[in-house]
C-alpha cells in the first residue's frame, strides 16, 4: 500500500492521506492508540509522537497531528509508515487557510461579525448603534432566532482584528445612521422584510465629486454588473485612496470576464494592501489568461506568503519552460504551503506535462 494523493482538510491540524488501496469493508474507523488487532500500518502511523489520531475508511485515512507539531517535519514521518515509496499526487495543492467572513443581520440590520479560521472562530458585535437599530426593529410577536440570518461576505486575508476593523468600516459606510433609521421603520411597518437593493449607474464625475469615501463605497457597492463599457469607470474606482473601495473594483474586474480587466488586474498585483492582492491574484487565477504569467512571476517575490502561493497555483495551471527560473528562486520558500505548491509546478513543467489551467477553466473548456 502506498499513499497517492495528500491533501489539506478545513482543520490546519488534519491531513488527508488517499491510499492505492481500498479497506475490505465499507465501515469508517477512528484509531486513537496503538492495538494488535490494528493493522500494522495504523500502528505505526499512531507511534509517531506528533499524531493524536487516525479516521480511516475506504481509501483513505484522515490523520489529527498534535497542534504545536509542523506537517513539514511530520509528513516525511508518515510516509516511512507504509511499504512502497509514497508520491504525492501532483493535484495535491496545499493552501493557507484562508479567513472566512459572515456577519449576523436581524431584519436586514447587521449587528455581529463572524470570523472562521481553519476550526477556529471569532465574533465581535457591531457598535452599539447597530445593536441599538437592531432592538428597536423587533415586535412583541418576532421569533428572533428565527428571523436572524447570517449573510456571507466572503474571504478575507489578514489577521483577524485588522479584518474585523475593515468589515466594520464597510458596514459603516453602507449603513449611516439615516439608512439604519429607514431599515428599523421598514421592520416595524412590515412582516415581510426583503432586501432589495437599488442599482444604479453613476458618472465618474459623480463619484469622484463624493468627498467621503463611504459615499463612494455605497454607490460602488449600488453599481448593477458591470460591463465592459464601464471599464473606465471601475479603472478610476481602483486608483481611490480606500482599500475597501479598490478590493471592490477588482471585484469588478473579475466580473468582465474579459481580458480587457487584466491591465487593471496586473496593477493591483503592485497594490500596498495585501487584500488588494491577494483578491486581485484570486481573479488572475480564474481567468487563467497567460498573459498574466509575467506578473505571477514577480508575485513569487512578493512578501506576503498568501500571495506567493496563489502565484505559484497560477504558474501550476498555467506555466511553462520560462517559469522554472522564478521557481528555482523559491524551491526551498520560507513558507511551507508555498514551498509545496512551487515544488509541483517545478516537477510539472520540467517533467514535459502540459498545462491544464485552473479548475474555473476546465469547467469552462469541458463544453467547448
Same mark, same amino acid.
Given at each position: 500500500?502506498?499513499?497517492?494523493?495528500?491533501?489539506?482538510?478545513?482543520?490546519?491540524?488534519?491531513?488527508?492521506?488517499?491510499?492505492?488501496?481500498?479497506?475490505?469493508?465499507? &465501515?469508517?474507523?477512528?484509531? !486513537?492508540?496503538?492495538?494488535?488487532?490494528?493493522?500494522?500500518?495504523?500502528?505505526?502511523?499512531?507511534?509517531?509522537?506528533?499524531?493524536?489520531? %487516525?479516521?480511516?475508511? @475506504?481509501?483513505?485515512?484522515?490523520?489529527? &497531528?498534535?497542534?504545536?507539531?509542523?506537517?513539514?517535519?511530520?509528513?516525511?514521518?508518515?510516509?516511512?509508515?507504509?511499504?512502497?515509496?509514497?508520491?504525492?499526487?501532483?493535484?495535491?495543492?496545499?493552501?493557507?487557510?484562508?479567513?472566512?467572513?459572515?456577519?449576523?443581520?436581524?431584519?436586514?440590520?447587521?449587528?455581529?461579525? &463572524?470570523?472562521?479560521?481553519?476550526?477556529?472562530?471569532?465574533? !465581535?458585535?457591531?457598535?452599539?448603534?447597530?445593536?441599538?437599530?437592531?432592538?428597536?426593529?423587533?415586535?412583541?410577536?418576532?421569533?428572533?432566532?428565527?428571523?436572524?440570518?447570517?449573510?456571507?461576505? #466572503?474571504?478575507?486575508?489578514?489577521?483577524?482584528?485588522?479584518?474585523?476593523?475593515?468589515?466594520?468600516?464597510?458596514?459603516?459606510?453602507?449603513?449611516?445612521?439615516?439608512? @439604519?433609521?429607514?431599515?428599523?421603520?421598514?421592520?416595524?411597518?412590515?412582516?415581510?422584510?426583503?432586501?432589495?437593493?437599488?442599482?444604479?449607474?453613476?458618472?465618474?464625475?459623480?463619484?469622484?465629486?463624493?468627498?467621503?469615501?463611504?459615499?463612494?463605497?455605497?454607490?460602488?457597492?449600488?453599481?448593477?454588473?458591470?460591463?465592459?463599457?464601464?471599464?473606465?469607470? %471601475?479603472?478610476?474606482? @481602483?486608483?481611490?485612496?480606500?482599500?475597501?473601495?479598490?478590493?471592490?473594483?477588482?471585484?469588478? @474586474?473579475?466580473?468582465?470576464?474579459?481580458?480587457?480587466?487584466?491591465?487593471?488586474?496586473?496593477?493591483?498585483?503592485?497594490?500596498?494592501? %495585501?487584500?488588494?492582492?491577494?483578491?486581485?491574484?484570486?481573479?488572475?487565477?480564474?481567468?487563467?489568461?497567460?498573459?498574466?504569467?509575467?506578473?505571477?512571476?514577480?508575485?513569487?517575490?512578493?512578501?506576503?506568503?498568501?500571495?506567493?502561493?496563489?502565484?505559484?497555483?497560477?504558474?501550476?495551471?498555467?506555466?511553462?519552460?520560462?517559469?522554472?527560473?522564478?521557481?528555482?528562486?523559491?524551491?526551498?520558500?520560507?513558507?511551507?504551503?508555498?514551498?509545496?505548491?512551487?515544488?509541483?509546478?517545478?516537477?510539472?513543467?520540467?517533467?514535459?506535462?502540459?498545462?491544464? #489551467?485552473?479548475?474555473?477553466?476546465?469547467?469552462?473548456?469541458?463544453?467547448?
Amino acid at each position: 500500500m502506498k499513499i497517492i494523493n495528500i491533501s489539506p482538510t478545513p482543520s490546519p491540524n488534519t491531513m488527508k492521506f488517499t491510499l492505492s488501496e481500498s479497506k475490505v469493508d465499507n &465501515k469508517s474507523v477512528t484509531f !486513537k492508540e496503538i492495538k494488535d488487532d490494528q493493522p500494522d500500518f495504523i500502528n505505526a502511523l499512531l507511534g509517531i509522537d506528533e499524531v493524536s489520531s %487516525i479516521f480511516y475508511a @475506504l481509501n483513505f485515512i484522515s490523520i489529527d &497531528k498534535q497542534p504545536k507539531s509542523d506537517w513539514e517535519k511530520l509528513i516525511p514521518k508518515i510516509k516511512a509508515c507504509f511499504e512502497n515509496d509514497v508520491t504525492e499526487s501532483k493535484s495535491m495543492k496545499q493552501k493557507p487557510l484562508d479567513h472566512h467572513v459572515e456577519v449576523l443581520f436581524f431584519k436586514n440590520i447587521p449587528y455581529q461579525i &463572524k470570523v472562521t479560521y481553519g476550526d477556529e472562530e471569532t465574533r !465581535k458585535q457591531l457598535d452599539v448603534r447597530f445593536i441599538d437599530a437592531m432592538m428597536q426593529a423587533q415586535k412583541d410577536t418576532d421569533n428572533v432566532i428565527y428571523l436572524r440570518k447570517w449573510h456571507d461576505f #466572503g474571504v478575507r486575508y489578514g489577521s483577524v482584528d485588522d479584518i474585523i476593523a475593515t468589515i466594520k468600516e464597510e458596514l459603516d459606510a453602507l449603513y449611516p445612521n439615516d439608512i @439604519l433609521h429607514a431599515k428599523v421603520q421598514e421592520a416595524l411597518s412590515s412582516d415581510n422584510i426583503i432586501e432589495q437593493k437599488q442599482l444604479k449607474r453613476v458618472s465618474i464625475d459623480t463619484f469622484n465629486n463624493e468627498q467621503d469615501w463611504k459615499t463612494r463605497y455605497r454607490i460602488l457597492d449600488h453599481y448593477p454588473k458591470p460591463t465592459i463599457e464601464d471599464l473606465p469607470f %471601475i479603472i478610476n474606482a @481602483l486608483n481611490d485612496e480606500k482599500p475597501q473601495i479598490r478590493r471592490l473594483a477588482v471585484v469588478f @474586474l473579475g466580473m468582465l470576464e474579459d481580458k480587457v480587466a487584466l491591465e487593471g488586474l496586473h496593477q493591483a498585483m503592485q497594490d500596498s494592501n %495585501i487584500q488588494i492582492r491577494r483578491t486581485a491574484g484570486d481573479t488572475l487565477s480564474d481567468l487563467g489568461f497567460k498573459e498574466s504569467l509575467e506578473v505571477m512571476h514577480n508575485a513569487l517575490d512578493d512578501k506576503s506568503a498568501i500571495v506567493r502561493w496563489r502565484a505559484a497555483m497560477f504558474i501550476y495551471d498555467e506555466g511553462n519552460e520560462t517559469s522554472l527560473p522564478y521557481l528555482e528562486k523559491h524551491l526551498n520558500d520560507e513558507a511551507f504551503d508555498v514551498k509545496l505548491q512551487v515544488q509541483q509546478a517545478y516537477e510539472r513543467i520540467k517533467n514535459g506535462e502540459a498545462a491544464v #489551467g485552473s479548475v474555473w477553466k476546465q469547467i469552462a473548456n469541458r463544453n467547448q
